[in-house]
C-alpha cells in the first residue's frame, strides 16, 4: 500500500510562473490537506478538501493560490504568477473517513518550492 | 477554535537521559492528539495518537505521551535518548472531521 505521493519533489520557478503540486492520497483516503513550511518553522495549515469538496480553505492566500482534489486523479496546489516569498516546502497529508481510527493524517515526503 | 502550543523552540539533552518535550493544546470538544517527528528533508511520520480511552499513550521509538485533560497537556518523553532521535518534533490537535492544526515544533539535539 503505497504511502502519499507527492510530485515533484524539487520545483524551480522564475518569478510570474505558475507551479504546480500535485498529490496523489493513500489507497482508500478521500479526505487531503495541504500545509506550507518555511524554513525554520512550523506546518501552516493551507486548506482541506475532500472529493470535489473544499471543507476548510481558511489558510489560503486569498490571491494566486487554488487547490483542488477532483473525482479523478490527484490533488493539485496551484500557485500563480509565483514570488520569492512562495519558496517554502509544500507538505500534503491525507486521512480516511471517520471514526477514532481514521484521525491522523499521513503525510507525504513534500514538494521544495524555489522561486528565482 | 483549536491550537497548540509547544513550549521550547529546541530542546537538548545528552544521550542516555530523559526527554520531555512540552504540548499545551485548546480545543472546546474533545480533541485528538498527535506527536509527529520530522528528520530533515522528509515529511511528518506520526509517532503516537490519542483518541479515547486510556490517558497514557505509547509510540513507536520509545516514545510516549499522556493526555491530561485537567492541565490541557499532552507532553512527549522518553526515558532514554538516542543519537537518532535528533528531529523536529510536532504535536497537533484535531476535533472529528476538522483540519489538523499543527504547534510550531520543537528541535531536538541529542549531545553525546
Known amino acids: 500500500n503505497a504511502g502519499v505521493m507527492q510530485n515533484p519533489r524539487h520545483l524551480v520557478r522564475r518569478r510570474g510562473q505558475e507551479a504546480r503540486l500535485r498529490c496523489s492520497p493513500m489507497?482508500?483516503?478521500?479526505?487531503v490537506y495541504w500545509y506550507r513550511q518555511l524554513p525554520e518553522e512550523g506546518l501552516k495549515f493551507m486548506v482541506y478538501?475532500?472529493?470535489?469538496?473544499?471543507?476548510?480553505e481558511s489558510g489560503m492566500p486569498k490571491e494566486r493560490f487554488s487547490a483542488e482534489f477532483p473525482k479523478e486523479g490527484p490533488s493539485i496546489l496551484r500557485i500563480q504568477q509565483v514570488v520569492r516569498g512562495d519558496s517554502a516546502a509544500y507538505f500534503c497529508?491525507?486521512?480516511?473517513?471517520?471514526?477514532?481510527?481514521?484521525?491522523?493524517?499521513?503525510f507525504g515526503q513534500g514538494t521544495r518550492l524555489t522561486v528565482v | 477554535a483549536q491550537s497548540v502550543t509547544q513550549l521550547g523552540s529546541h530542546v537538548s539533552v545528552s544521550e542516555g537521559a530523559l526527554v520531555l518535550l512540552r504540548c499545551n493544546y485548546s480545543?472546546?470538544?474533545?480533541?485528538?492528539l498527535f506527536w509527529y517527528v520530522q528528520y530533515p528533508n522528509q515529511g511528518l511520520q506520526l509517532l503516537l495518537k490519542?483518541?479515547?480511552?486510556?490517558?497514557l499513550v505509547k509510540g513507536i521509538n520509545g516514545f510516549e505521551a499522556e493526555f491530561k485533560k485537567s492541565e490541557t497537556s499532552f507532553h512527549l518523553t522518553k526515558p532514554s535518548a538516542h543519537m537518532s532521535d535528533a528531529a523536529e518534533y510536532f504535536c497537533?490537535?484535531?476535533?472529528?472531521?476538522?483540519?489538523?492544526?499543527f504547534g510550531s515544533g520543537t528541535r531536538l539535539s541529542i549531545r553525546p
Open positions: 497529508a491525507s486521512s480516511g473517513t471517520g471514526g477514532v481510527q481514521n484521525t491522523e493524517a499521513f
Open positions: 489507497k482508500g483516503h478521500s479526505h
Open positions: 478538501l475532500q472529493k470535489e469538496n473544499i471543507i476548510d
Open positions: 480545543s472546546s470538544v474533545p480533541p485528538y
Open positions: 490519542y483518541t479515547t480511552g486510556a490517558t
Open positions: 497537533a490537535v484535531r476535533s472529528s472531521a476538522s483540519k489538523i492544526i
